[in-house]
């Protein structure tokens, strides 16, 4: 090759060489722990994009600080450590950058106030010396947890820890961080030597039935689930996490027992008591970025637990691989900001707390004798950051790399574009899309949570069903924001099944249970298994209402005596054993009797419970008060049902058949007559009283369990006990029953079903709810039943809080009722079809209401005796007519003559007159040349009447009588 051709060759290669070099860009990694990783991360991302030539930049997270630090390797990569652990070397500077805490948490429902701990308690607890949230050390701090039932079994501590992660041999030896912090803090808090000494590990943890050992992914998580649990977390992670377990509150330095959530309210104390830690001011003492300890600072409103995080960097970066492509610049530059303000608005949303806080809460009030608190509490801050930038600037760079120029948001810097710079003005697209789409996941999860449609199920009695549906349709009505619930009648046993679930390891089938009798003392302890009880707290039962059993038939009302079939509970024995088997034995036609029952049914355990204690000489089964009786199956006249509905259609397919089911179900169907039953009376001379359930008082069997002591103390006690049957009262009904909602006290594991069930809980003890189950023919619960309800069982329910709580509308509340998440009283928001539904029923009972008492009377009798009384007054009526006839005749006659006589004299008087004007113009006609005058003496012959004349007229124009014509009138009339 030619000389000159090689020159160009070698320029070229050079050329290219530096060329690829110069497009090179600087490299930077962070290595650091899993609680700094949201913020280790955001910061690398934010730093590529607001650099002005390409560098590259990474976080990689690290197990625990120890691993972070021996991962730490700045003479061979360019790279920093974002710890809460001191480097321990002089040649690297420990910039403060932000401060986290460790929280504690437990789960233990039956205390209700924030659980108080020392840390020499929980050092002796983590390793296993104390192991019982009994002991007097533990009751002594907080007095509630001598409430606690059980024994110790029951009462033990679960700690509950996170696994320790595998290494690279694939052993499981690796302390996650929270541990590690954990045991530095109790190791250095704790001062009694008898506690915490070279024996001390705190590396207990509890044996759990589910999980043999208490080492798992999710300590948060499974605490929830697990009662008389105890956990740590850090106390970002636990509250995302939405724990229902609570925190515990620790005792500082100053005596008082402090959560981190509280002291996180006011984190100027804290802020504050880390700057005090270093020294001032800070022109005497240059800051040399030494680590101080922060365990248990001695100030007011600090958390015990609380943590520095740092930004371990080389002192000196001048030299490879730090000089290579000014990367130590690069630190440096990423150094001031990660303190600067808009470096500090970096932290929020990463479980990090800044540092430096201007306008951190209870700033103002620790400067109270200054001009301007707030001002004061900026100017201790700015003068804090300024101590650490100082103490940055003194990394040694080199003359190969001059500083990056940064240039913060919102201000302009005039960069010279020749040099290297930072600017947050320079924001990468990817960036900034990210952060655009981050803020639109957050508020779809939020609509998603606001609209999202919430479907709850239930399973259970067949009696109740009707019941269970209207609370449901009015439950769901009330609610300004949709949910669904349904229900299915598969009988109290079937419900009693799929809630306590023993063929799905005690994992219910169904958000809840509905039964008509409560749980067996065996069934009930069966789920008091430690398991089971820490995964899903302990079994309750919730009464909804009162109702009443009844016994029907279906015999047409006109063959019985008044309408009315009277029994005793003998005679219904008799029949439910097949001893009776003819209606004959009861004065009726010789018909035979068909008897219905049901198995698997609340129903059938309730009546025969009832039957054998009231008339035990005539009950031949074996069994008796079960949900199956067998021995019904081998009576030849027994007929078997499914459900309620299926007995009822069945019974009203069967004449001169008799059946047993709810009363507000068999009163509401057609062609069912309800037996008349004999009561108890307190005065056994008494003659016997026989009622109807509708006539009878349901309530009285409560108040009368309630005055006899048999309601259980806890309400998470059994109810097997409880018996309304029989109670005394000359009106009470014999046959009352409770039905149970049954549930677990732990609804953490049903999510966002947990607060709705909660809410359907309480919305369902509401007085105005209470009082609509009438429509069902069911009593409202005693009004000291509801408030033993409301004060003593609903708070123990857990739910996670991280979804929304229901809040009930009982009275008209503007604004706040418009929210989500609420639910109104029925007379607020309803139903049309519901309100309707409700109203046509109240119709109904007033119709049914007359038609009893029309039962009573004796209709054709009462019509006889009105169409009797009817035809007596009719002819009363006929007679006084009559006479009122005969005496308007006798007026009419007596007006008809003098009528006749009245007429008789004006035609007189007409005559006599006229006769008298003849006689007097007789002789002047014959004067009358012209004949033409009339007899009135109007004259016509020349057609014009004559002048009148006024001779001899007296003053007012009448002409006195002569003599002779005066004596021509009659003196009187004939």
């Given at each position: 090759?030619p000389g000159?051709a090689?020159?160009?060759?070698l320029?070229l290669?050079?050329?290219?060489s530096?060329?690829?070099r110069?497009e090179?860009?600087a490299?930077?990694?962070?290595?650091?722990n899993?609680?700094?990783s949201?913020f280790?991360g955001k910061?690398?991302?934010a730093?590529?994009?607001?650099?002005?030539?390409?560098?590259?930049t990474s976080?990689?997270?690290a197990?625990?600080?120890i691993?972070a630090h021996e991962?730490?390797?700045?003479?061979a990569f360019?790279q920093a450590?974002?710890?809460?652990k001191?480097a321990?070397?002089?040649?690297?500077?420990?910039i403060?950058?932000?401060?986290?805490?460790?929280s504690i948490?437990?789960?233990v429902p039956a205390?209700?106030?924030?659980?108080?701990?020392?840390?020499c308690?929980l050092?002796r607890?983590?390793d296993?010396?104390l192991t019982?949230?009994k002991h007097?050390?533990i009751e002594?701090l907080n007095?509630?947890a001598t409430?606690l039932?059980?024994d110790?079994t029951?009462?033990?501590?679960?700690?509950v820890r996170?696994?320790?992660?595998?290494d690279?041999n694939?052993d499981?030896?690796?302390?996650p961080a929270?541990t590690?912090?954990l045991?530095?803090f109790?190791?250095?808090?704790?001062?009694d030597n008898d506690i915490v000494n070279?024996?001390?590990?705190?590396?207990?943890?509890?044996?759990?039935?589910?999980?043999?050992v208490?080492l798992?992914d999710?300590?948060l998580?499974?605490?929830?689930?697990?009662t008389?649990?105890?956990t740590?977390?850090s106390?970002?992670?636990?509250?995302?996490?939405?724990?229902?377990?609570r925190?515990v509150?620790?005792?500082n330095?100053?005596?008082t027992?402090?959560?981190?959530?509280k002291?996180?309210?006011?984190?100027?104390?804290?802020i504050?008591?880390i700057r005090d830690?270093?020294?001032a001011p800070?022109g005497?003492?240059?800051?040399?970025?030494?680590k101080?300890h922060?365990?248990?600072?001695e100030a007011?409103g600090?958390?015990?637990?609380?943590m520095?995080?740092y930004m371990?960097a080389?002192k000196d970066v001048?030299n490879?691989?730090?000089?290579?492509?000014?990367?130590?610049?690069?630190?440096?530059?990423?150094?001031?900001f990660?303190?600067?303000e808009?470096?500090q608005?970096?932290l929020?949303?990463t479980?990090?707390?800044?540092l430096?806080d201007?306008?951190a809460?209870?700033?103002?009030?620790?400067?109270p004798?200054a001009?301007d608190p707030?001002?004061?509490?900026?100017?201790?801050i700015e003068t804090f950051?300024?101590?650490?930038?100082?103490a940055?600037d003194?990394?040694?760079?080199?003359q190969?790399?001059?500083?990056?120029q940064?240039?913060?948001?919102?201000t302009y810097a005039?960069?010279d574009?020749?040099?290297?710079?930072?600017?947050e003005?320079?924001?990468?697209?990817?960036?900034?899309q990210f952060?655009q789409?981050?803020?639109r996941?957050?508020?779809?999860e939020?609509q998603?949570?606001?609209?999202?449609n919430?479907?709850?199920?239930?399973?259970g009695?067949s009696a109740?069903?009707?019941?269970l549906?209207?609370?449901?349709r009015?439950?769901?009505a009330?609610s300004s924001?949709?949910v669904?619930?349904?229900?299915?009648?598969?009988g109290s046993?079937?419900?009693?099944?799929?809630?306590t679930?023993?063929?799905?390891n005690?994992?219910?089938?169904?958000?809840?249970g509905?039964s008509d009798m409560?749980?067996?003392?065996?069934?009930w302890?069966?789920?008091?298994?430690d398991?089971i009880?820490?995964?899903r707290g302990?079994p309750?039962?919730?009464?909804?209402?009162?109702?009443?059993?009844?016994?029907?038939?279906?015999?047409p009302?006109d063959?019985l005596?008044?309408?009315?079939?009277?029994?005793?509970?003998?005679?219904?024995t008799?029949i439910?054993?097949g001893?009776?088997k003819?209606?004959?034995e009861?004065?009726?036609p010789?018909?035979d009797?068909t008897?219905?029952y049901?198995?698997e049914s609340?129903?059938?355990?309730?009546?025969?419970s009832y039957l054998?204690?009231?008339c035990p000489?005539?009950?031949?089964?074996?069994e008796?008060g079960?949900?199956t009786?067998?021995?019904?199956e081998?009576?030849?006249?027994?007929r078997?049902?499914?459900?309620t509905?299926?007995?009822?259609n069945k019974m009203?397919?069967?004449p001169?058949s008799?059946?047993?089911m709810?009363a507000?179900v068999?009163?509401?169907?057609?062609?069912?007559?309800?037996v008349s039953?004999?009561?108890?009376?307190?005065?056994?001379?008494a003659?016997a009283?026989f009622?109807?359930?509708?006539?009878?008082?349901i309530?009285g069997a409560?108040s009368?369990?309630?005055q006899?002591?048999q309601?259980p103390d806890?309400?998470?006690g059994?109810?097997?006990e409880?018996?309304?049957l029989?109670?005394p009262?000359?009106n009470?009904?014999?046959?009352?029953h409770m039905?149970?909602?049954?549930?677990?006290e732990?609804l953490?594991?049903?999510?966002?079903?947990g607060?709705l069930?909660?809410?359907?809980?309480k919305?369902?003890?509401?007085p105005?709810?209470q009082l609509?189950?009438?429509?069902e023919?069911v009593?409202?619960?005693?009004?000291?039943?509801?408030n033993?309800?409301?004060t003593?069982l609903?708070?123990?329910?857990?739910t996670?809080?991280k979804?929304?709580?229901?809040v009930?509308e009982?009275?008209?509340?503007?604004?706040e009722?418009?929210k989500p998440?609420r639910?109104?009283?029925p007379?607020?928001?309803?139903?049309?079809?519901v309100?309707s539904?409700?109203q046509a029923?109240?119709?109904l009972?007033?119709v049914?209401?007359?038609?009893k008492d029309?039962?009573?009377?004796?209709i054709r009798?009462?019509?006889?005796?009105?169409?009797?009384e009817f035809?007596d007054?009719?002819?009363?009526?006929?007679?006084?007519?009559?006479?009122?006839?005969?005496?308007?005749?006798?007026?009419?006659?007596?007006?008809l003559?003098?009528?006749?006589i009245?007429?008789?004299?004006?035609l007189l008087?007409v005559?006599?007159?006229v006769a008298?004007?003849?006689?007097?113009a007789?002789?002047k006609t014959?004067?009358n040349?012209?004949?033409?005058?009339?007899?009135f003496?109007?004259?016509?012959?020349?057609?014009l009447?004559?002048?009148?004349?006024?001779?001899?007229?007296?003053d007012a124009g009448?002409k006195?009588?002569t003599?002779?014509?005066?004596?021509?009138?009659?003196?009187?009339?004939?």
């Open positions: 090759m000159r090689r020159q160009a060759v320029f290669v050079v050329y290219l530096f060329g690829a110069a090179q860009p490299e930077l990694s962070i290595v650091g899993a609680a700094a949201a280790g910061l690398m991302s730093v590529q994009g607001m650099a002005s030539s390409p560098v590259s976080y990689k997270e197990p625990n600080d691993k991962e730490l390797n700045p003479d360019p450590a974002l710890t809460s001191e321990e070397d002089p040649d690297f500077l420990d403060p950058l932000a401060y986290t805490t460790l948490y437990a789960n205390i209700k106030s924030t659980i108080n701990m020392t840390t308690l050092a607890i983590f296993g010396q019982n949230w007097p050390d002594k007095p509630e409430n039932l059980g110790k029951v009462t033990e501590i679960l700690v996170p696994k320790k992660l595998v690279s694939g499981p030896t690796i302390e929270d590690m912090l045991k530095e109790l190791r250095a808090s704790c001062t070279s024996e001390w590990k705190g590396d207990y943890v509890s044996e759990l039935v589910s999980n043999p208490a798992v999710d300590p998580g499974v605490s929830k689930m697990t008389m649990s105890l740590y977390s106390t970002a992670k636990g509250t995302a996490s939405g724990s229902t377990v925190e509150a620790i005792q330095s100053k005596g027992f402090i959560t981190a959530t002291a996180l309210q006011k984190p100027a104390n804290t504050k008591a830690l270093y020294p800070f005497s003492d240059p800051f040399s970025g030494k101080y922060t365990w248990d600072m007011d600090v958390y015990p637990i609380t520095i995080h371990h080389p001048s490879p691989p730090w000089s290579t492509h000014k990367a130590g610049a690069l630190l440096e530059a990423v150094c001031k990660a303190v600067s808009s470096g608005d970096f929020d949303g479980g990090l707390n800044p430096y201007t306008d809460d209870g700033g103002d009030a620790l400067f004798d001009d707030s001002a004061a509490w900026a100017d201790m950051r300024g101590a650490v930038e100082q940055v003194g990394m040694t760079l080199g190969s790399q001059d500083p990056y940064l240039e913060y948001k919102g005039a960069l574009p020749t040099k290297e710079s930072l600017s003005n320079r924001e990468a697209w990817a960036v900034s952060e789409l981050d803020k996941v957050a508020e779809l939020h998603m949570v606001l609209h999202q919430i479907v709850l199920q239930g399973s009695s109740s069903a009707p019941l549906w209207h609370l449901m009015s439950f769901m009330s924001t949709p669904w619930m349904y229900y299915r009648a598969i046993a079937g419900g009693q099944r799929e809630s679930a023993r063929n799905n005690f994992e219910s089938w169904n958000d809840f509905v409560p749980l067996s003392a065996k069934d302890n069966r789920i008091l298994q398991s009880v820490a995964r302990k309750l039962q919730v009464p909804i209402g009162l109702a009443a059993m009844s016994f029907f038939v279906t015999i009302e063959i005596p008044e309408g009315k079939l009277k029994m005793t509970p003998c005679d219904l008799k439910f054993t001893k009776t003819s209606w004959s009861f004065g009726l010789a018909e009797v008897f219905f049901r198995v609340g129903t059938t355990a309730l009546i025969t054998s204690e009231t000489e005539e009950w031949s089964y074996n008796k079960k949900m009786i067998p021995g019904f081998s009576v030849e006249n027994a078997l049902s499914d459900t509905m299926d007995l009822v009203t397919a069967t001169w008799i059946g047993y709810d507000g068999g009163q509401s169907t057609r062609g069912l007559v309800e039953l004999r009561v108890s009376q307190a005065n056994p001379d003659d009283k009622l109807t359930a509708r006539e009878a008082n309530a409560a009368q369990v309630l006899s002591g309601w806890d309400p998470r059994t109810f097997a409880l018996n309304l029989n109670q009262g000359d009470t009904w014999p046959i009352v039905p149970f909602i049954l549930i677990h732990n953490v594991q049903l999510g966002a079903k607060p069930l909660v809410a359907f809980i919305y369902m003890l509401e105005e709810v609509s189950l009438r429509a023919r009593e409202p619960l005693p009004a000291d039943v509801m033993y309800l409301k003593r609903v708070p123990l329910f857990m996670d809080p979804f929304p709580q229901w009930y009982g009275d008209r509340l503007e604004y009722g418009s998440f639910l109104s009283a007379d607020i928001n309803s139903d049309y079809n309100m539904l409700q029923k109240a119709d009972a007033f049914l209401a007359i038609a029309t039962k009573s009377l004796n009798q009462l019509v006889n005796d009105t169409a009797s035809k007054n009719l002819a009363s009526e006929k007679k006084a007519l009559e006479d009122q006839i005969k005496e308007y005749e006798s007026l009419a006659i007596a007006g003559i003098f009528g006749i009245g007429a008789v004299i004006a008087t005559a006599r007159s008298r004007g003849l006689d007097s007789k002789a014959m004067r040349s012209s004949g033409t005058d009339n007899m003496g109007m004259g016509s012959g020349s057609g009447k004559r002048k009148p004349t006024t001779e001899g007229l007296d009448i006195p009588l003599a002779d014509e005066s004596g021509s009138l009659p003196h009187s009339l004939p």
